[in-house]
């Protein structure tokens, strides 16, 4: 199981708000079966790291189809293979630490 966050911003929209497009980009989860979390600076799902891939590809192009001539996409991914964790067990992890 892998945890990745995906931060897609579009360029070259007329406008600087991009809630349209994150909006957009994330209707794609519903297709999908994948534990997921919104936040401010992205999206984190957990899933196989093929699923994944699959998602943000797919991610991208609906901010393509929503009115963006130009999406950068940024991809940060954990595949852990030595324990079955989540993401939630991440962020447990630092603040027992705390």
């Known amino acids: 199981m892998a945890v ?4 897609i911003i579009p360029i070259g929209s007329k ?4 809630s ?7 209707r794609i989860l ?8 919104l936040n401010p ?3 984190v799902i957990e899933a196989d790291p093929d699923k ?3 998602i943000a590809r797919k991610m991208q192009e609906e901010v393509f189809k929503a009115g963006s001539d130009r ?3 940024v991809i940060k991914m954990d595949d852990r293979r ?4 989540h993401m939630e067990d991440k962020v447990k992890s630092v603040k027992s630490k705390l």
């Open 71 to 73: 999406v950068y996409t």
């Open 82 to 85: 030595d324990k079955n964790y």
């Open 52 to 54: 994944c891939f699959e």
């Open 20 to 26: 349209k497009y994150v909006a957009s980009a994330s």
């Open 4 to 7: 990745m966050e995906i931060c």
């Open 15 to 18: 406008e600087t708000s991009v």
């Open 41 to 43: 600076m992205g999206t």
């Open 30 to 37: 519903k297709d999908y079966d994948v534990k997921h979390e």
